[in-house]
T-cell receptor
Framework: GAVVSQHPSRVICKSGTSVKIECRSL??????MFWYRQFPKQSLMLMAT???????TYEQGVEKDKFLINHASLTLSTLTVTSAHPEDSSFYIC????WGTGIEGYTFGSGTRLTVV | QKEVEQNSGPLSVPEGAIASLNCTYS??????FFWYRQYSGKSPELIMF????GDKEDGRFTAQLNKASQYVSLLIRDSQPSDSATYLC????????????FGKGTHLIIQP
């Protein structure tokens, strides 16, 4: 089945620094990838939709200049958290849709636990 | 604003019994409905999906959809302790182009 690889799985960074998270579709091409954020005991909230070769679409309330998304190829999307602050500490999860597998084709990466100290 | 509502629980069910999880959604244009299981600290994993009214069975799991009532449910038969997790209901309203809208999840505990 479709596999999405996400790295790193955990990262601790200092306040004010930037962190890059990678999301790769390993055995399919993903023209669209989705980035979610999950705070403790909360659900997944869609942050942005990453489109290959074009600008990402951000959900209301998500700062596009803080969460930079690059989808330069059909198999790789990156999320960069710029000038991270403790309130950005969260579980970030990417997802891609393998249209070849039909309706059930949403596949999630393993997630990145970001801790900003 | 698309909303997906779930009872957060915890829902405690004896081992071997049927666990019933419920979900309602606000967008009548929603097309596909998913149930994910999420263990603590892990990414969600797909349990079931459904897009037509009625029941859909897969092993111990049955998903039920009633679009008129905007209601989705998941039944887990012969519940096992390993079924203890948070179950997330997710709705696709954009035909796959807009991502999924998730409920907050129901924490299910299967008591041995």
């Amino acid at each position: 089945g479709a596999v999405v690889s996400q790295h790193p799985s955990r990262v601790i960074c200092k306040s004010g620094t930037s962190v890059k998270i990678e999301c790769r579709s390993l055995d399919f091409q993903a023209t669209t990838m989705f980035w979610y954020r999950q705070f403790p005991k909360q659900s997944l909230m869609l942050m942005a939709t990453s489109n290959e070769g074009s600008k990402a679409t951000y959900e209301q309330g998500v700062e596009k200049d803080k969460f930079l998304i690059n989808h330069a190829s059909l198999t790789l999307s990156t999320l960069t958290v710029t000038s991270a602050h403790p309130e950005d500490s969260s579980f970030y999860i990417c997802s891609a849709r393998d249209w070849g597998t039909g309706i059930e084709g949403y596949t999630f990466g393993s997630g990145t636990r970001l801790t900003v100290v | 604003q698309k909303e997906v509502e779930q009872n957060s629980g915890p829902l405690s069910v004896p081992e071997g019994a049927i666990a019933s999880l419920n979900c309602t959604y606000s967008d009548r244009g929603s097309q596909s409905f998913f149930w994910y299981r999420q263990y603590s600290g892990k990414s969600p994993e797909l349990i079931m999906f459904i897009y037509s009214n009625g029941d859909k069975e897969d092993g111990r799991f049955t998903a039920q959809l009633n679009k008129a009532s905007q209601y989705v449910s998941l039944l887990i038969r012969d519940s096992q302790p390993s079924d203890s997790a948070t179950y997330l209901c997710a709705v696709d309203s954009g035909g796959g182009a807009d991502g999924l809208t998730f409920g907050k999840g129901t924490h299910l505990i299967i008591q041995p």
